[in-house]
């Protein structure tokens, strides 16, 4: 099955940053540990453990070296920011295959991890798509292999809805039939809405940073 995984919200700073949130929300995200060499670590909330949908929230770790351009991009942000979201699926050479077809460009498939605050080390891969300039608009591809889902191991803030609005045929052709995203014709844009504890939450933006993969 391919699905909507996660949503990344940016902040310069990770505790301020889960302070926002649960302000906003009423939810306190967990800290999920550090990405090694890539100098930013996170934290987590989940939205629905059957719905296998959670939130992201990554900033620079101040334990890693900030040479990276994606770190220092982070510095300059003020508060939460929408930064980049991913869909699950099983099969990324076959996604490579779909990108292809629409003359997108697949990134290598890359082999992730990332170290728990318990210890438990997480490993998985990514794909990222290039050839475009649609920056976070344009999802990457996750394949948590045998990790265990982060929607079934973090605080639960409440349901989502995800809506892609986009009047280009490319991202439309790429994105549909993608389970839980709402694909709508219209002006380029991304729009998270979270049922919270504290009411509805929305994040969007029309343009988003997006990682590099």
């Keep these: 099955m ?9 902040a310069p700073d990770l505790e301020t940053a889960k302070e926002e949130f649960a302000d906003l929300t009423g939810c306190v995200a ?12 996170n934290a987590l909330c989940s939205f629905g453990e059957e719905e296998r949908t959670y939130l992201e929230i990554i900033a620079p770790d101040p334990e890693q070296p900030q040479d990276s351009s994606m770190a220092k991009a982070f510095q300059s942000m003020s508060g939460l920011t929408p930064l980049h979201w991913a869909v699950a699926t099983r099969d990324l050479p076959s996604m490579a295959q779909h990108a292809s077809k629409l003359d997108l460009q697949p990134g290598p498939i890359r082999d992730t991890s990332r170290l728990q605050p318990d210890g ?3 490993n998985w891969q990514l794909m ?5 300039t649609l920056g976070g608009i344009l999802p990457f591809f996750i394949d948590w292999m045998d990790c265990p889902h982060p929607a079934t191991t973090t605080p639960f803030v409440g349901s989502a809805e995800l809506v892609i609005s986009t009047p280009t045929d490319t991202l439309h052709e790429l994105l549909q039939g993608i389970a ?3 694909l709508v014709r219209g002006e380029l844009s991304v729009s998270l809405a979270i049922n ?4 509805s939450v929305e994040f969007s933006a029309s343009e988003l940073l997006g990682f590099q993969l």
């Excluded at 967990?30 to 090694?36: E, F, M, Q």
């Excluded at 919270?196 to 009411?199: A, E, N, Q, T």
Aim: charged share 15%; aromatic share 6%; hydrophobic share 30%.
């Design 2 to 10: 391919i699905q909507f995984d996660h949503f990344v919200l940016a």
């Design 30 to 41: 967990k800290d999920g540990g550090a990405h090694p060499g890539r100098g930013t670590h």
């Design 120 to 122: 438990q080390q997480l």
């Design 128 to 132: 990222g798509i290039k050839g475009h």
């Design 180 to 182: 839980q995203v709402a």
């Design 196 to 199: 919270s504890p504290k009411g």
